[in-house]
T-cell receptor, first 114, second 110 residues
Framework: NAGVMQNPRHLVRRRGQEARLRCSPM?????VYWYRQLPEEGLKFMVY????????ESGMPKERFSAEFPKEGPSILRIQQVVRGDSAAYFC????????????FGQGTRLTVV | TQLLEQSPQFLSIQEGENLTVYCNSS?????LQWYRQEPGEGPVLLVT?????EVKKLKRLTFQFGDARKDSSLHITAAQPGDTGLYLC??????????FGTGTRLTVIP
């Protein structure tokens, strides 16, 4: 059973471009969480999704950021018109749909905006 | 967004010493988890504590959940260089969301 897969591992974008980060959850997992991490800091919650639904997006900036988790395919975190301040590591985690949360994390995507 | 404060933020100790990391919040959580993160990797779950006052042991690591389910502690006995890493607590809400603490960077010097 493959773990949570994130790609790309590293992404470089120029200011103003779009960044698309992908997260394939573990097989059978229908909950996906996205977090952002700056060096030497904890993980800041961005968005929590279940298949085809956004459950909680309170941590995601209202502009330029969007997330989806379609019925088929990976979850996508999309950042439009990137700025230098978007540079960070972005992690996703998945969890099965049962009581008792057990989250498994991917290796992250390191976004650098130049 | 729930706020979980960890202390200390940085900790550097000699091999063989004991240490305690604290995780505090004003919010009540249905459960609390501790993760460890290595450089360049995602966090890895160490333990989940569910009941107020619960104590769990994992070899040299002891985890405790506060009686009011708002705080937790991680105690490491006889720390080893392999314990070096970023330790993160995370609170699970009733809505099944997961919020992380500010992190404690531990360095164990041989």
């Amino acid at each position: 059973n493959a773990g949570v897969m994130q790609n790309p591992r590293h992404l470089v974008r120029r200011r103003g471009q779009e960044a698309r980060l992908r997260c394939s959850p573990m097989k059978g997992h229908s909950h996906v969480y996205w977090y952002r991490q700056l060096p030497e800091e904890g993980l800041k919650f961005m968005v929590y999704l279940q298949k085809e639904n956004i459950i909680d997006e309170s941590g995601m900036p209202k502009e330029r950021f969007s997330a989806e988790f379609p019925k088929e395919g990976p979850s996508i975190l999309r950042i439009q018109q990137v700025v230098r301040g978007d540079s960070a590591a972005y992690f996703c985690a998945s969890s099965p749909s049962r009581t008792g949360l057990e989250a498994f994390f991917g290796q992250g995507t390191r976004l650098t905006v130049v | 967004t729930q706020l979980l404060e960890q202390s200390p933020q940085f900790l550097s100790i000699q091999e063989g010493e004991n240490l305690t990391v604290y995780c505090n919040s004003s919010s009540v959580f249905s459960s609390l988890q501790w993760y460890r993160q290595e450089p360049g990797e995602g966090p890895v779950l160490l333990v989940t504590v569910v009941t107020g006052g619960e104590v769990k042991k994992l070899k040299r690591l002891t985890f405790q959940f506060g009686d009011a389910r708002k705080d937790s502690s991680l105690h490491i006995t006889a720390a080893q260089p392999g314990d070096t890493g970023l330790y993160l607590c995370a609170g699970v809400t009733g809505a099944n969301n997961l919020f992380f603490g500010t992190g404690t960077r531990l360095t164990v010097i041989p």
